[in-house]
Structures are given as structure tokens and as C-alpha cells.
């Protein structure tokens, strides 16, 4: 088992080596996985997201980085309807969320089944990990292929094992959560979000309630997902997971896309004052 230092270590090295341009991001809305479009949320009189359009296509990695309070969590919660959006509209795989229109200010779901679909295509992984804390590591991971997907124990099982090799912790599969330190936590929360094997995986903030030496274990496995082609679309405020892993970047400025490009040259010279403001504290 490597220590600590030895994944952090090869975290940062495998980062500088790797100035793969990923493929161009592309707006074709036919090959979207996820498309956004116009959209609004509003909390009762205070607007929060005011227009805010986006596209991923398949194997993307977009980061959304801005201020606290500039509305990326909403968004990413409107993605998988555990908020509502005031307006717009949401596909994922080309299907329209099942959202009615307004009534006296008001929408909502039209179908449990297709909402439950979108929750087990779209895999979020939060700041705090929310692992069941009465199951050991492999139950966790094991639910919800059994209750959702209706796998057999013995399918989800090795799936499990599968799944906690691929993020360095076969050893803890018997541990309960509170026996592991938080980036061992987020990793089982990363393990049990790829066992619904996602379309896309949306990471809110996953490295913000570590403390410091945990973040690269983490940032590593995004990584590898990251490499293997998987849609990740990330909050962070990890400035150079953002640069050196996304393909697109997108400034979130009071609710609306400030700005938005490839992080080459976002970070280089951001275009818009507010931006430039934000990554000077940042970087
Ligand atoms: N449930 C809520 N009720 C009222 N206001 C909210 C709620 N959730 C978020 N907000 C507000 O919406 C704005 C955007 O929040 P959020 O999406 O969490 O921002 P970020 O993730 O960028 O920090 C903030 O001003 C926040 O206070
Ligand atoms: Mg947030």
C-alpha cells in the first residue's frame, strides 16, 4: 500500500505529465449527454440562477468554479431535480426532465419513474459524504444496486469488490464509515455512486471537508475517471484539478456564466474583470 505522501506525490506528477488536449468541447446539441438550457431558480423573490445554459457531451469534464454563494450547487441540484428550476429546461440523452410548466409560479414533477431513471443516470457525490453510517463499506455500496437495479447479492457484491479495489480500499470493505478517515469516505461515496454506473457523475465540492493531506487520494480517483472517459461535471474549488483535468471551464458570476472556455486559456487570461478577480484570490 502506498502511504500518503507516495499518492499525493504521484497525484501531482501524473498532473504535469498529462497536458492531453482532451477533445475540443463541442455545443452539438445531438451528441449532449446533458443540455441546460436557459435556465432560472428562483427562492421565493431572490433570483439565484438567472439564464444559464450548458452542454456536456460524452467524456467531458467541465468545472464550475466561482464565488461561494454564485449558484453552483443549484445548478447541479436542478440537474437531478433535487431542486426545481422557475424555468428552463433540462435533457438528459436527449429526454426532457419531467417537469410541467408553470402554474401560478409553480412546476412539478410529472413522473416518478423517469425521475428515479435521471437520479440512477446522473451519480452525485457531495461535500460530506453521506455514506449510510449503519452499513460497512460494501453494504454501502452494495444498496442500492440491490433496492434500485433489483442485482442479485451476489452480482452486487462483486461489483462492490470491483469497485473498492478501483479506489484503493479492498481493505476497509468490512469497516463501518466512521472507522475511516474522510478521504477513505469519499472514496466509498465516489465507489458507490459508479455502482449505478452513471451517464455522468456530478461531484459537488468533494475535496472541501477534507483536511489538506486527503485531497490528492481523492482528486486522483477523479482523475482515473476522468482518464477512463467518464462524463464528470465538478464543483471545485481545486484550481488545478480544474486546469489540468477538465476540458471546459465555466465561471459562474452571480448566477449567470461569466465566463466559460477551455481552462488553457480561462486561466491564462480570463477575458472578464470578475473572473480575473476570482482567480487572482484563488490561484
Ligand atoms: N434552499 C435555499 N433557500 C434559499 N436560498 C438558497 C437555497 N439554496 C441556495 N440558496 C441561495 O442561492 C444562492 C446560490 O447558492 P448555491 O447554489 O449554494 O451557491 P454555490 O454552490 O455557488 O456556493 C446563494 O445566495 C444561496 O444563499
Ligand atoms: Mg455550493
Redesign the pocket.
Known amino acids: 500500500m502506498p502511504n500518503q505522501q507516495e499518492i499525493n506525490r504521484t497525484a501531482r506528477i501524473s498532473y504535469k505529465e498529462q497536458e492531453k488536449p482532451r477533445e475540443i468541447f463541442s455545443i452539438m446539441p445531438e451528441d449532449a449527454i446533458i443540455r441546460v438550457e436557459d435556465l432560472y ?1 428562483s ?2 423573490p ?1 433570483e ?2 438567472k439564464g444559464v445554459s450548458l452542454t456536456a457531451k460524452e467524456h467531458d469534464v467541465i468545472s ?1 468554479i ?12 436542478c440537474m437531478n431535480l433535487l ?1 426545481i428550476p422557475t424555468a428552463g429546461e433540462i435533457y438528459i440523452s436527449g429526454k426532457r426532465l419531467p417537469l410541467s410548466e408553470p402554474k401560478n409560479g409553480v412546476r412539478k414533477i410529472t413522473s416518478e419513474k423517469e425521475l428515479r431513471a435521471i437520479r440512477t443516470s446522473l451519480g452525485m457525490v457531495f461535500q460530506s459524504f453521506n455514506l449510510w453510517s449503519h452499513l460497512t463499506v460494501i453494504q454501502n455500496i452494495m444498496e442500492a444496486p440491490v433496492r434500485v437495479l433489483k442485482k442479485s447479492k451476489d452480482e452486487a457484491r462483486a461489483n462492490a469488490e470491483r469497485l473498492l479495489e478501483r479506489v484503493g480500499i479492498s481493505e476497509k470493505r468490512d469497516m463501518y464509515p466512521s472507522q475511516l478517515s474522510g478521504g477513505q469516505q469519499q472514496r466509498v461515496a465516489i465507489a458507490r455512486t459508479l455502482a449505478l454506473d452513471p451517464k455522468v457523475m456530478l461531484f ?2 468533494p475535496t472541501s471537508a477534507l483536511d489538506p493531506e486527503m485531497v490528492g487520494e481523492v482528486l486522483q480517483v477523479m482523475r482515473d475517471l476522468a482518464d477512463e472517459g467518464r462524463t464528470m461535471i465538478v ?1 471545485t474549488h481545486e484550481m488545478g484539478f480544474a486546469r489540468e483535468v477538465s476540458n471546459h471551464v465555466v465561471f ?1 458570476d452571480q ?1 449567470r456564466i461569466g465566463e466559460q472556455g477551455h481552462p488553457s486559456q480561462l486561466f491564462k487570461s480570463p477575458q472578464t474583470e470578475n473572473c480575473q478577480k476570482f482567480l487572482s484570490k484563488v490561484l
Do not use: Q
Open positions: 431558480k427562492y421565493g431572490i439565484v440562477i464550475l466561482g464565488a461561494s454563494g454564485s449558484g453552483k450547487s443549484t445548478i447541479l441540484r431542486e459537488d465540492e464543483v459562474l448566477g
